[in-house]
């Protein structure tokens, strides 16, 4: 079928190769002043704003630690980073350190999805019945965030595409709120993760057992939006993962290793932290009243749990060093170290707007911008953050790949998502003279 290959008015694979503006993104590295000052200046701070920022935070300690990665193309990538594993403690964080990346586990899910795409076995506007047969026939809430049981017919399949867009009308429980919150509670769909501890206004249920099992239960769950009408943030990406389980015939944690962690040489990625590593776990704070207090201690955390199941959306722990191979390997069109990932048409594909054009993000995070495979698509830039205050991007434009981890909750309590990408752009403009 012809949603099996990228060959589509939008999304030809020829049109995609001989398009100028993606031949040039990377040509900002190669030649440009901007990659000639930055390399001139590469054992010198060229990124006083970035140093700043994290200073501020991880030197008065709103935060225990703060590390930054900033890489030029292949290059190796500056390290920033100030503070220890957890306050008062005595083990200074850095690139190996273990942080919790909830959210920005999204673009890895969706990059994994994009591999299956490339290969022909799942395609962007299939519809997603065809391997989940229980999301035939879905009902939708007549009233946001309404009753569960007035219901009326989805006007149109949900498919691939809307999963890893957030716009096949699946609700969040992080987001949503009365009936629809508590049925997601009660039916243990549930795929997210913070502590061991009971901490108030976290009890939030307790997750079904495997991927089958949340994908089933939630098909019986009924939509909160008409598929492909809006962008709402959602459980799409942990459900991918279960449509990645049925069509590799491997787990999905197993098909994450062998496809993306393994040939990219991410060796500190895990669902599950292994007890020999927990040394290099950080500390988990909530924030309250500007006080940071302990709310996931490394020694105690629930990542050294095997979790309910593979969580596509929010569910890995990685560090700094490996999320920058990451990223290195998607600026280099899914080549690192001279080894191919992912082809170069499913990176430009993932890392490209992929909103059905009968989706409105009005009103929305992404109001004006596009989004791709699990991340935000804009302006030649693709990326997302995460929960507990991670923050990761590439730019093709500038050849340039940046990524930013710490650990609080909640994420909003301090403006750290807006903030690293504008210190960014404040060095890089520096950098210019503009």
Do not use: C
Request: glycine fraction near 12%; hydrophobic fraction near 40%; charged fraction near 15%.
């Amino acid at each position: 079928m012809a949603y099996r290959s990228f060959e589509s008015p939008q999304l030809s694979r020829r049109a995609l190769l001989r398009s100028g503006a993606w031949l040039t993104a990377g040509a900002t590295l190669a030649g440009g002043p901007l990659s000639s000052l930055a390399l001139a200046r590469e054992s010198t701070s060229v990124w006083p704003a970035v140093t700043s920022l994290v200073e501020n935070y991880a030197g008065s300690r709103k935060v225990a630690n703060m590390v930054a990665t900033l890489g030029w193309g292949d290059k190796a990538a500056q390290v920033i980073s100030q503070g220890t594993l957890a306050i008062g403690g005595a083990t200074k964080a850095g690139p190996d350190s273990l942080y919790r990346i909830y959210s920005m586990t999204k673009p890895i899910t969706g990059m994994a999805a994009m591999i299956l795409v490339d290969e022909g076995k799942i395609g962007l506007d299939q519809p997603l019945a065809e391997v989940l047969p229980a999301y035939s026939e879905m009902m939708v809430q007549k009233t946001y965030d309404g009753s569960v049981t007035d219901l009326v017919p989805a006007e149109r399949p949900i498919t691939m595409r809307m999963l890893l867009t957030h716009t096949a009308g699946l609700g969040y429980g992080i987001v949503q709120k009365g009936a629809i919150k508590d049925l997601y509670e009660d039916q243990g769909l549930i795929p997210g993760q913070v502590s061991r501890l009971p901490i108030p206004g976290l009890g939030r249920g307790k997750p079904v057992h495997g991927l089958d099992v949340f994908a089933d239960r939630l098909a019986k769950a009924p939509l909160v939006l008409q598929p492909g009408t809006k962008w709402s943030y959602s459980v799409g990406l942990d459900l991918m993962g279960r449509v990645i389980e049925v069509v590799s015939g491997q787990s999905f944690d197993a098909f994450l290793k062998e496809r993306i962690f393994d040939p990219t040489g991410m060796t500190s990625t895990w669902f599950t932290v292994p007890e020999s590593e927990v040394g290099r776990l950080t500390t988990n704070y909530g924030i309250l009243n500007g006080t940071p207090l302990p709310m996931d201690p490394a020694a105690s955390s629930i990542y050294l749990d095997v979790p309910a199941f593979p969580m596509g959306g929010a569910g890995l722990v990685s560090s700094p060093r490996d999320y920058d191979r990451f990223l290195e390997m998607l600026l280099g069109y899914g080549v690192i170290d001279g080894k191919r990932v992912i082809s170069e048409a499913a990176v430009r594909v993932g890392t490209s707007n992929l909103l059905p054009e009968s989706a409105t993000t009005k009103g929305t995070w992404v109001e004006g911008q596009g989004f791709g495979a699990g991340g935000r698509s804009n302006d030649g830039a693709y990326g997302w953050g995460g929960a507990a205050g991670t923050v990761a991007f590439v730019s093709y434009k500038a050849g340039l790949r940046a990524n930013m981890m710490t650990q609080y909750m909640p994420s909003d309590a301090y403006p750290l998502h807006a903030a690293f990408p504008e210190a960014v752009l404040a060095d890089l403009a520096a950098m210019t003279g503009a």
